[in-house]
């Protein structure tokens, strides 16, 4: 494992209707170089997907994004199926847009595993 970097690892990060906590994540990730992979899974309305996708734009060149978009009205447990469906890398997380993760506690916990 290249333990400089996470490009052995994707991110799950489920959103609804919380653009600006997903800019805040965005931020904090390219801030920390992160390297892999980051499924942006979104199940927001009109108003609030507009605004996402201007925030996907800015950092879309400098994070590994990939996104996607499911009806407002899917059921959590359904988009995370759907998203971890998407992952090719040998680790995963899922973490929602509100949450943010020390880049050195994962390479930790994957050197462990």
Do not use: W
């Not at 892999?36 to 605004?51: L, P, R, Y």
Request: with cysteine.
């Amino acid at each position: 494992m290249n333990r400089k970097n996470l490009d052995e690892l994707t991110i799950i990060c489920p959103t609804y209707n919380r653009p600006h906590m997903l800019e805040r994540t965005l931020k904090y990730y390219a801030n920390n170089d992160f390297s892999c992979k980051i499924i942006i899974a979104d199940s927001s309305e009109n108003g609030a997907q507009n605004i996402l996708m201007e925030v996907l734009e800015k950092y879309n060149s400098l994070l590994n994004l990939e996104y996607f978009h499911m009806s407002h009205n899917t059921d959590f447990g359904l988009k995370l199926y759907e998203a971890s469906a998407k992952v090719s890398s040998k680790y995963s997380i899922i973490l929602p847009d509100d949450d943010l993760v020390i880049k050195s506690g994962l390479l930790t916990a994957m050197s462990l595993l």
